[in-house]
């Protein structure tokens, strides 16, 4: 009798989101391994360990590695898998769980469970930002404000709440100064932009329609408006789906874009990270297996 392949592995982060997760937990295993390889579940207890573990299965030949949390570990996860033949399966455990949403994932995890079983593996282009990697897109400006402004706590227990709530500070603020950016070597000036990977930006919103993450290349929105009533009418035309009739609005298909603005706020798929003059934002170079719909792919 043949022994068995090795399991495949969920990685979850018990601190993230609202969910009980050890019943959770066993409930996925259950349902996972049904049809399916066996599963070994794996908690992380800090930064970089969805990474690690997720590297350790890869490395063991583990079929799929699913990942349960937020998005920031659904980030690490990916990175530890990027290049390997081992498939990554989003389980949406955080808040915002961007991604799943982009994905068109339920958003109970078991409900996604059950929906990822149907799903093709895509082996899919992956954005870097500095030294962390995207799925979605990085972008600059008053969304990156509002989520630096969002507390862990309010996040946990408000979830997009906390989020429409910062950026509705922010836009009150009326912090929107021009930055410059390099886009494969051109220099442009905006008060928004999002080099993008996906068309979808916060998971519901069709920010760059034309974006396709096997076309290697990154679809970068840009918004030149400033004032008040100018953001909160981009805002508006981006939830509508009219952003792009917009004369303040262009998109540019780019290899790479470096921030020139050290001071300008920037975010990656819903969380903030640091910036630096110079910082650079293209593709990894090495693609992600995904369970994912053929529909997020260029047409064939």
């Known amino acids: 009798m043949p022994s068995p392949g090795p399991p495949a592995i969920l990685v979850y982060n018990p601190r993230a989101g609202r969910w009980p997760k050890e019943r959770l937990v066993a409930d996925l ?12 579940a794996h908690a992380t207890r800090g930064r970089g360990d969805a990474t690690a573990l997720a590297r350790e299965a890869s490395a063991a030949g583990a079929p799929i590695v699913f990942a349960l949390g937020g998005d920031g570990t659904l ?6 898998l990027l290049g390997s033949d081992t498939v990554l399966g989003v389980l949406p455990g955080g808040t915002a769980n961007v991604v799943a949403r982009a994905l068109g994932l339920p958003a109970e995890p078991l409900a996604a469970a059950r929906a990822l079983k149907g799903l093709p ?3 899919i282009d992956v954005g870097r930002c500095g030294d962390e ?31 429409v709530l910062a950026g509705l500070g922010a836009w009150w603020r009326h912090d929107d100064a021009e930055f410059e950016l390099l886009v494969d070597g051109h220099s442009v000036g905006a008060t928004f932009a999002a080099a993008c990977n996906l068309a979808f930006y916060g998971g519901d919103a069709r920010l760059a329609p034309g974006a396709r993450p096997d076309d290697g290349l990154l679809d970068v929105v840009l918004f030149r408006g400033a004032g008040r009533r100018a953001t909160l009418a981009f805002v508006r035309d981006v939830l509508a789906g009219r952003h792009l009739e917009r004369d303040d ?27 630096r003059l110079g ?22």
Do not use: Y
Request: hydrophobic content about 50%; glycine content about 6%; aromatic content about 2%.
């Open 121 to 123: 593996a895509l082996a």
């Open 249 to 275: 609005v262009s998109v540019l298909k780019a290899v790479e874009v470096v921030i020139l603005d050290p001071d300008v706020a920037l975010q990656i798929d819903g969380d903030p990270i640091a910036n």
């Open 29 to 40: 295993v259950r349902e996972l391994a049904t049809d399916g390889p066996p599963i070994e």
């Open 279 to 300: 910082t650079e934002i293209r593709l990894a170079g090495q693609r992600l297996r995904i369970l994912a719909p053929s529909t997020i792919m260029s047409p064939r």
């Open 75 to 80: 980030r690490e996860a990916a990175a530890g």
């Open 133 to 163: 990697i995207f799925l979605m897109q990085a972008s600059l400006g008053l969304d990156a404000r509002a989520l630096r402004a969002v507390s862990p706590l309010a996040k946990r227990w408000l979830g997009r709440a906390a989020v």
